[in-house]
Structure formats: structure tokens, C-alpha cells
């Protein structure tokens, strides 16, 4: 009688065995997501663009900029201002794009740097590059009141980071401005740029330091 209940309880411990075995060698896979937020107008694009996503799943972010911004840099999960950027997904992520508009992404100043007798004689034009990419700048001069141009300055590529400084004499100026205090903050500095299809003017007036 104990011989032929061992004979069938034998089978049912070896199937629980190996019913164990095969549930310890192949785990239930995690799944993680990925949240989005913005600074400023514009989108984040994922590809694959799923809900979920495996342990280690490569996937490609874009940021994507509204019209009259620009993408600066990622924030929260990842960093950096690489654009497209890729990453692996380890754990649930959350990223932050942040996006400017160009006037806020480019640092542009007019500023005198010497007065004598309440007449300004030198003006500092200084301009920085905040955006990840370069610029490319198709005109760059200083009007006045009346929007006439006193300056021309050469036009080219704005690089990432690149800060461009140069002082003007009064003599580089038009002979029609008289540079007095007063006069010298009608000035305007202008740039004319074009980024990726998009065509912006900036502009600064002039202060005294």
C-alpha cells in the first residue's frame, strides 16, 4: 500500500520540479514608459512611439521647435543638446525639452564703453550664441532714428557658445549722427539671421553704461 502511493505521488513532486525550474529561467520582462514635458513651444517626437517600453529598448527622442524658437537643451532624465538623441530605457524616464525663442537663445547688446564731455566715444556691439548649432547671420548693422545705417558689419556663421565683440570709434560712425548722450540710445543694433529654413531679425537699442 505505501509502495503504490509513492508510485503516484513520484510523478506529481517531478512535474512541481520542473514546473519551478521552468518559471525561475525565464522572468516576467519589466516594462517602463516615458514622460514628456517642455520649456517653451515645442514638441518631443519618440521613435518607437509606444506606451511602453522594454528593459534596455533603444529609442530615438526629437525635439521638434515651434516656429520662431529653437531647441536649447534636455533636462530631468537625460542632458545634454543633442538633437535627435538616443537613449536606452532602463528604468521609467522623465524628460524635459527646453525650448527658447531666438531673442532668448541669442545674448545681443549695444552698449557705449566711453564718455567724454557727455558724448559716448566708443559703442561695444557684442553678440552671444546660445543655441546648440550654428547661425547663420546675413546682415548685421546699426541704424538710427531713422533707421538710417551708420555700421555695416560683415555677415557669416555664428558658431555654438561663440561670443564676437568689436568697438566702434565715432569716426566708423555716419558724419550725420552727433553721438551726445541722448542721441546715442536712439541707435539700434539689427541682425539679421536664418536657422533651418526660419528667417529672424533681432534688435537692440542702445544703453549706456
Known amino acids: 500500500m505505501v509502495r503504490s502511493t509513492l508510485i ?8 512541481l520540479l520542473i514546473g519551478c525550474n521552468t518559471n525561475s529561467s525565464s522572468p516576467k520582462e519589466n516594462l517602463y514608459n516615458i514622460s514628456i514635458n517642455t520649456v517653451g513651444k515645442g514638441t518631443v517626437s ?4 509606444k506606451k511602453n517600453y522594454n528593459h534596455n529598448e533603444e529609442v530615438k527622442l526629437k525635439a521638434n521647435a515651434n516656429d520662431g524658437y529653437v531647441f536649447i537643451k534636455w533636462k530631468g532624465g537625460i542632458s545634454g543638446n543633442n538633437n535627435p538623441k538616443t537613449i536606452h530605457v532602463i528604468e521609467n524616464t522623465s524628460v524635459k525639452a527646453t525650448f527658447k525663442t531666438y531673442k532668448d537663445a541669442i545674448d545681443f547688446n549695444l552698449r557705449s564703453t566711453e564718455i567724454e564731455n557727455h558724448k559716448v566715444q566708443k559703442a561695444n556691439l557684442s553678440i552671444t550664441n546660445n543655441i546648440p548649432h550654428p ?11 531713422e533707421n538710417h545705417k551708420v555700421v555695416r558689419l560683415n555677415s557669416g556663421s555664428l558658431l555654438t557658445g561663440e561670443y564676437k565683440s ?4 565715432i569716426e566708423e560712425y555716419s558724419q550725420v549722427l552727433p553721438l551726445k548722450k541722448e542721441d546715442f540710445k536712439k541707435l ?5 539671421l536664418k536657422d533651418r529654413g526660419q528667417k529672424i531679425i533681432l534688435k537692440a537699442k542702445a544703453t549706456i553704461q
Open 8 to 15: 503516484i505521488i513520484a510523478p506529481l513532486i517531478t512535474a
Open 46 to 49: 519618440k521613435s518607437p512611439d
Open 135 to 145: 547661425v547663420d547671420v546675413e546682415k548685421l548693422f546699426i541704424e538710427d532714428a
Open 166 to 169: 568689436k568697438y566702434y570709434p
Open 188 to 192: 539700434t543694433a539689427v541682425i539679421k
